[in-house]
T-cell receptor
């Protein structure tokens, strides 16, 4: 039980499809994050939400659209993706996104493949 | 610019041997430092963290790390490696301007353990 649950674990989609990734945390945290992990590249921070407000958009293309309806749930809506978007997408949470003293807890990720 | 370097992409050790994984960082002040481990098909798990105080920190699974300010390093060590330690290890640093909990990760070191 990691405390951070991501669904689906695997997703294959065409470039014209629309799909969503879901993340749920059961830790009572207030900050949630999306990361992209590509082969042979460092983990890239995509978005940060703190108390449901987006505090960071790391120059992510608009084909990725995050949504944070409450502090426990985070979504990543996907549309018209490109082959280079194939990667492992990791969700994380921490107690408070405004306090760097708080370690981040990660989910197991969604493996996304774009055909 | 802030950065994290893990010089070793792959390391292979024999079971029972000692281990040291290197991490060097570039940061304008004393950073917060983290080591995470990622097993295949899973997310990142926090091994240990350094915020202040004693420069030798103990973590889970028998790991420890030493912060050396003069060398800008935070190397991870384990005196005796077990086969279950085979995984990818990531060093990370934070915080950054604005105080938000934004981590920068190294590219990772993949550890293989020979029986």
């Amino acid at each position: 039980e990691t405390g951070v649950t991501q669904t689906p674990r695997h997703l294959v989609m065409g470039m014209t499809n629309k799909k969503s990734l879901k993340c749920e945390q059961h830790l009572g945290h207030n900050a949630m994050y999306w990361y992209k992990q590509s082969a042979k590249k460092p983990l890239e921070l995509m978005f940060v939400y703190n108390f449901k407000e987006q505090t960071e958009n790391n120059s992510v293309p608009s084909r990725f659209s995050p949504e944070c309806p409450n502090s426990s749930h985070l979504f990543l809506h996907l549309h018209t993706l490109q082959p280079e978007d194939s990667a492992l997408y990791l969700c994380a949470s921490s107690q408070d996104g405004g306090d760097s003293n708080q370690p981040q807890h990660f989910g197991d990720g969604t493996r996304l493949s774009i055909l | 610019a802030q950065s994290v370097t893990q010089p070793d992409i792959h390391i292979t050790v024999s079971e029972g041997a000692s281990l040291e994984l290197r991490c060097n960082y570039s940061y304008g002040a004393t950073p917060y430092l983290f080591w995470y481990v990622q097993s295949p098909g899973q997310g990142l798990q926090l091994l240990l963290k350094y915020f202040s105080g004693d420069t030798l920190v103990q973590g889970i699974k028998g790991f420890e790390a030493e912060f050396k300010r003069s060398q800008s390093s935070f190397n991870l060590r384990k005196p005796s490696v077990h086969w279950s330690d085979a995984a990818e290890y990531f060093c990370a640093v934070g915080p950054f301007s604005g105080g938000y909990n934004k981590l920068i990760f190294g590219a990772g070191t993949r550890l293989a353990v020979h029986p």
